[in-house]
């Protein structure tokens, strides 16, 4: 018999926990007492808080945190990294997102200690270097959109739609138009109605047509003296190229409304075309999508907003510029205000100028090329099982319906996502854009090959095939088998708050 | 850098014959001629990867960061503490790094347990039980609290302490002309604490910091007062190493904190990527912004987690959303949670009072030299004003020179009333007592 000894309490952290199994939480693995390390030696004694801050202030215990060993740390958090998808792990096809390949230049870049390490309220005799990168960015950036000045600040896509309107907004009070509404099409991303109202504008939906495109005579019946102007990425949500952009222009300009390029869709044509040069006045692009910098699980991204050049006296502020005497900071002379607590996210910016540095002009407009290649691809590989939405050819995604699969056999886009999960591959992005049923919004990125486009695709038909059994059918409503969790139970997740640790009971 | 795209010139060709098109120019039929771009871009030629790293080498020799050779003393919002070797490693993982928005949770846990934990450990420091899954910065998580108190209150005036970090302040009056917010400023008095308005009459939100921009501890609990008093709800900005040593904001009544979250292991970045961690009570979780984990089943029956109350969100309610926050701060969070694990319980509180001990050596030191006056109001945590009779931003020219970040000059847009020509230094666990006795000998030479 072993001889007895107390239970040690936590758990063992270096018994292998692989992707299938659930991985305790951090709280879990605690042990009072132990910890990962010492910090510095600052050689000053430690006084009493009581001596220098008000007593009624102070904490009456010491703030509870995990307790673990530096092995135990390491162990969860790689077990972690084990039971999650990314992109350098396999194909993320996710509409919209650009889940691109990030390459691993830019994090070297990220890691220099003269670019991690600098002070943002340093004199700007101390960040040079940093300015003139954020200066050849936004001429970067001012070349490859058609556009006249640009603001790194905004933190990502949605923040830069909000700077946009608020520049917006600043023209025409500077006009002494009174503008109201914002015109959107029904297609468009969630963000851009929200950044409507929070600019204070009304969103008034406009429709699409029959092509999945703006319909240019329905687009006349809202336009009147109140429109401040009108928000779309082109190509828009449905992969589609808004080809009378012209004319929508010149529609929106005749009351002196603006044009805002929502640029989440800019891989389909950096190089080809120019949002500048179909009519829009202010672009936003997304670092985090085109530029290739990585998404983070979630963030950071940026979120650069550039605008024609009687629209520069308006961006925020500070604002590098180059001056005789090397670079400063400024800030324009009507600007709408500051939209960061600094400059934005600056290594953000370092690296998406690495990838553009790297990629050249010409490798820049060959990006779009191939990213455009590989969704026709892709889109023409599934159309017998998949029917677009819209059947011109696409810019760099695609959205397909499902609708008839689900009236068919009951199997929906949710569950033809869960499906794809067992085959090893991320979703596409689902029931996006509203205006096409039971969607599917597929962006394949120019950095997969054919090979992963075409296993891509058989695991797709496969699918579509086995939706014609209806038993196969009924059991693809319990898909993902071969993940680290099964299907997640979202529902009780909302009516069972814990959101927490402490809120568990 | 060919090699980006995989594509050779052969599979090109088969997927374009495949397409019945002949050549990739084809693809863009759609595009009315007109709207072409008719030239190359103007930009300059592709690189190999080891000649674009070089060159920004070059551009970072054009800096100068933190280090030895510039001892940083400068805080006002983003400051030098050490970074532990595990939270680089572990942030830096690439499934962290390259994963999206958690959208299809069987294969996001790895994310959204992460940011579970996150949650568990900013709602223990912000002492309120319902923290999001990040938010940009400071300054947004700041506009979404005002957001959120004036959609709460149905009230559009909200009191916002000088003593909240001038940038902010700046962030939130941009973001306010579009939902109609008037925020009216509250001057701090010349110990650093906030003077109220007399009339609060419809103010929907309090805004007060802790410490403040200038370090200083305020009577939090007066803010608290005139909020009950005038149903308004209070908004504390803290800092997270702070509640190390201090109770939490909850604690002291805050119905929503938010803060800069840059300081739990972020580095200094030149300003961004940095976290806005934002906390509020369960009772206004419906007016959360941003993404929120909560902790459910799978169809196995084990724990897993998802984004939850998704309904609040602007992909959902669109126009009708009180926030249009999508893209946040994930990986910021992570790394957060890693640095407060890797500190645990015991060194979390150590770097509070090395932080304290370190900034009481120097006032100390300084009142003990002479060197301007030192303001340390009801009390400083590891920042603090010196008021001194030249130039500030000269000083810290000057001060650089001899290899120091001296501080952060209060001039311009960072002015405070009441503290005009001061210097606000920071210490954290970083610098030892030979590093500050040598700053303040050359700053006693550099006032002279
Ligand atoms: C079409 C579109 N617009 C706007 C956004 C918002 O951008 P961000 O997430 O960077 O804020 C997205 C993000 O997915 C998008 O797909």
Known sequence: MTPAIAPAGGKASSIPMMGGTPEPTIFDLSVAGRRCGTLRDTGIEIIDPASQLPPEYLRDAPLELAEVSERDLVG?????????????LGFYPLGSCTMKYNPKLADQVAAIPGIANVHPLAPVSLIQGWLEICCTLEDYLTEITGMAA??????????????????????????????????????????NPASVTLAGYRAVTVPSNSRGLVDVEALAGFVDEEVAGIMLTNPNTVGLFEAEIAEIAALIHSVDGLLYYDGATLNAIVGVARPGDMGFDIVHSNLHKTFATPHGGGGPGSGPVAVAAHLAKFLPGP??????????????EASIGRVHSFFGNAVVYARALAFMKALGGDGLAMMSRLAVLNANYLKAKIAPYYPAAYETTCMHEFVVT???????????ALDIAKALLDEGFHAPTVYFPLIVEEALMIEPTETESRQTLDAFAESLIEIAMRTEDSDAAASMHDAPS?????????????????????ARN | MSGFTPHTQAEITSMLEFLSLSSLDELYDSIPQALLLSRSLNLPEGRSEVEVIEEFEDLAARNSPVSKELLCFAGGGAYDHDLYAATKALGSRSEFVTAYTPYQPEVAQGVLQALFEYQTMVSRLSGLAITNASLYDGSSALVEAINLACARTKRSRVIISEGVNPSWREVAATFSSGPGHQLELAHLDSSGCTIWPANTSEVAAFVVAYPNFLGLIEEISAARQLASAAGALLIVAYDPIATSLLKSPGALGADVAVAEGQPLGIPLSFGGPYLGL????????????????GETLDTRGNRAYVTTLRAREQDIRREKASSNVCTNQTLMAIWAAIQLSWLGTSGYREIGLKCLSGRAYLTDSLKRRGVGEVRLGRGSFREFPLTIEKSPSQVVEDMASRGFLAGVALEGRLAISNFDSSLLIAVTEKRTKSQIDSFVDALVEVLK
Not at chain 1, 159 to 176: D, N, W
């Open chain 1, 150 to 191: 640009a603001t790194l600040a905004p933190a990502a896509g949605a923040q830069g739609e909000l700077t946009g309107l608020l520049i917006m907004e600043a023209y025409h009070r500077s006009k002494g138009n009174s503008k109201t509404k914002v015109l959107i099409p029904d297609s468009a991303h969630g963000t």
């Open chain 1, 402 to 412: 499902v609708a008839k699969i689900k009236k068919d056999s009951g199997v929906r």
């Open chain 2, 278 to 293: 934002f906390s509020t009570t369960l009772e206004l979780v419906r007016y959360l912004p941003g993404r929120l984990v």
């Open chain 1, 482 to 502: 071969k993940t680290p969790a099964s299907r997640v139970d979202e529902a009780r997740a909302a009516r069972h708050l814990v959101t927490s640790v402490d």
């Open chain 1, 319 to 332: 604002y590098p510029v180059r001056t005789e005497n090397g670079f400063d900071v400024a800030y324009p």
């Open chain 1, 76 to 88: 969860h958090y790689t077990r972690l990294t084990h039971r999650q998808f990314s992109v350098d």
